[in-house]
C-alpha cells in the first residue's frame, strides 16, 4: 500500500517533470512519475513532434525508460498535467496509455493518482480507470 509520504514524493516528482514537457503544439504540459516495485521512481513527461502522430504522453515516457532498463513491476504513477503547465485540474491518462499500463500492471493493484497538487489529488486503480481492459492474460 502506498504511503503518505511516497504519495506526496510522487505527486512532487510529476510536477517537477512539467519543466522537462516539449509541447511547442498544444501547450499542454503532462508531468509522470512511476514508482517500479524495486522502488525506483521513473520520471516522464510528454514529448511532441512536428508530425503530431509521434507524441509521447508522459506516462508512455515513464513505462518505457523503466522496461528498457529491465523493470517490469510497478506499484502506481502519478500523473499531473495543464495548459502551460498551470494545474488547476486532473489530468486522466490516455487510452493508449491506460492500455499500456495493462501491459505491465495488474488492474486491481497498480494506483494511480491523479493530483493538482500534494493537497490535492484522488487515487484509482487501473481497473476503475479501464474496466474490462484487454491484456496480456487473454491471450494465454
Ligand atoms: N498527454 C499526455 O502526456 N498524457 C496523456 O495521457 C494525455 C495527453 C499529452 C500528449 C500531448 O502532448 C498533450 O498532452 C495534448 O494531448
Known amino acids: 500500500m502506498l504511503d503518505e509520504k511516497m504519495k506526496e514524493q510522487l505527486i512532487t516528482t510529476a510536477i517537477e517533470q512539467l519543466a522537462f514537457s516539449y509541447t511547442p503544439y498544444s501547450g499542454f504540459k503532462v508531468g509522470a512519475a512511476l514508482l ?7 520520471t516522464g513527461c510528454n514529448i511532441e513532434n512536428a508530425g503530431y502522430t509521434p507524441t509521447n504522453c508522459a506516462e508512455r515516457t515513464a513505462f518505457f525508460k523503466a522496461v528498457s532498463e529491465g523493470v517490469r513491476g ?10 502551460d503547465g498551470v494545474l488547476t485540474e486532473y489530468a486522466p491518462p490516455c487510452g493508449v496509455c491506460r492500455q499500456v499500463m495493462m501491459e505491465f500492471c495488474k488492474p486491481d493493484e497498480f494506483q494511480v493518482i491523479l493530483a493538482v497538487s500534494t493537497e490535492k489529488y484522488d487515487v484509482f486503480t487501473l481497473r476503475e ?3 474490462l481492459g484487454f491484456g496480456p492474460g487473454n491471450l494465454e
Do not use: H, M, Q, S
Request: charged share 15%; aromatic share 10%; proline share 5%.
Open 129 to 131: 480507470l479501464l474496466p
Open 74 to 83: 510497478f506499484e502506481a504513477i502519478c500523473v499531473v498535467g495543464g495548459k
Open 36 to 42: 517500479a516495485k524495486n522502488g525506483t521512481v521513473y
